[in-house]
């Protein structure tokens, strides 16, 4: 399974933007897909996470981000709303045989693409 990231980019104080990430080699379907990200010098944070139930987010992003699943385009997307510039940092995606913060059960992970929140 090849996990690609895309959609990051700068976005001002209380923008808006839709990160995909698009699999490859396998189908989406039979994993948890969890977002992740990961700013200078601070560990990497779990975000959201989507399986068969409905998805769950972190207390960070709760409420700002959503999370869904595209079967047929086989790919999952992450919308951030009332981005802060907290939120700067780079994005991933990943999988696992089922959703879980443990960031060491996901096999697979994107390259991460580039979120920056400054005005």
């Known amino acids: 399974l090849q996990l690609v990231e895309s959609g990051g980019g700068l976005v001002q104080p209380g923008g808006s933007l839709t990160l995909s990430c698009a699999a490859s080699?396998?189908?989406?379907?039979?994993?948890?897909i969890g977002w992740f990200r990961q700013a200078p010098g601070k560990v990497r944070e779990g975000l959201s996470c989507?399986?068969?139930?409905?998805?769950y987010y972190g207390d960070s992003v709760r409420g700002r981000f959503t999370t869904a699943r595209d079967s047929a385009k086989n790919t999952v997307y992450l919308q951030l709303k009332n981005l802060k510039p907290e939120d700067t940092a780079v994005y991933f995606c990943?999988?696992?045989?089922?959703?879980?913060?443990?960031?060491?059960?996901?096999?697979?992970w994107g390259q991460g693409t580039q979120v920056t929140v400054s005005s």
């Open positions: 080699g396998g189908t989406l379907d039979h994993y948890g």
């Open positions: 989507v399986s068969d139930g409905a998805p």
């Open positions: 990943a999988a696992a045989w089922d959703c879980t913060w443990n960031q060491n059960e996901y096999d697979y």
